[in-house]
């Protein structure tokens, strides 16, 4: 099993449209998460980090489950400008400073 | 504020020649990572270093691939003799010495090695 999983996608939604993309991972022992956002032949930039209580900025709210080993990323009222790969990171499952991502979910969203 | 800083942008050369990339992380932070990324294989994590000193080499693929940090505000990565199979688009990221600190990441080189 990877350490990180996500589905590929893509998913095409409408503009307006609410999505959510899940993110498992294998190592209880996890410390810390976050969600990337990854645009094409650009650099990964932090999008937000997920904290245990959920956590919320704008039309993005991000979740954990740690009983389940699972961080969820939900968009609001989808725009043509959220068009890119999301990457599910996960820190601290190996090593103080480890860090593996997700080989992330593209979303395509559609006029 | 200045992020983390990557040279060249592009690097075209030829099967067999060295190839260096550099590296400037953000002022004060003392993790580096440098990662690479293709389209089958994803974000792979090459190595990392804490305080200049290589941690985790484990993700470099073999010894054509080596890694220096000589001081907080350099790195270079290095590959001799280059080949074909590692064209990709190479990353160096940086952060604070803190669990939850994210990294931040610079530009990237593409590498195509023809």
């Known amino acids: 099993r990877k350490e990180v999983e996500q589905d590929p996608g893509p998913f095409n939604v409408p503009e307006g449209a609410t999505v959510a993309f899940n993110c498992t991972y294998s190592?209880?022992?996890?410390?810390?998460f976050f969600w990337y956002r990854q645009d094409c032949r650009k650099e990964p930039k932090l999008l937000m980090s997920v904290y245990s209580s959920g956590n919320e900025d704008g039309r993005f709210t991000a979740q954990l489950n740690r009983a389940s080993q699972y961080i969820s990323l939900l968009i609001r009222d989808s725009k043509l400008s959220d068009s890119a790969t999301y990457l599910c990171v996960v820190k601290g499952s190996g090593g103080y400073q480890k860090v593996t991502f997700g080989t992330g979910t593209k979303l395509q969203v559609i006029p | 504020d200045a992020g983390v800083i990557q040279s060249p942008r592009h690097e075209v050369t030829e099967m067999g020649q060295e190839v260096t990339l550099r590296c400037k992380p953000i002022?004060?932070?003392?993790?580096l990572f440098w990662y690479r990324q293709t389209m089958m294989r994803g974000l792979e994590l090459l190595i990392y270093f804490n305080n200049n000193v290589p941690i985790d080499d484990s993700g470099m693929p073999e010894d054509r691939f080596s890694a220096k940090m000589p001081n907080a505000s350099f790195s270079t990565l290095k590959i001799q003799p280059s080949e074909p199979r590692d064209s990709a688009v190479y990353f160096c990221?940086?952060?604070?010495?803190?669990?939850?600190?994210?990294?931040?990441f610079g530009d990237g080189t593409r590498l195509s090695i023809l």
């Open positions: 002022s004060g932070h003392d993790y």
């Open positions: 990221a940086s952060s604070l010495d803190s669990f939850n600190q994210p990294q931040h």
């Open positions: 190592n209880s022992a996890s410390q810390s």
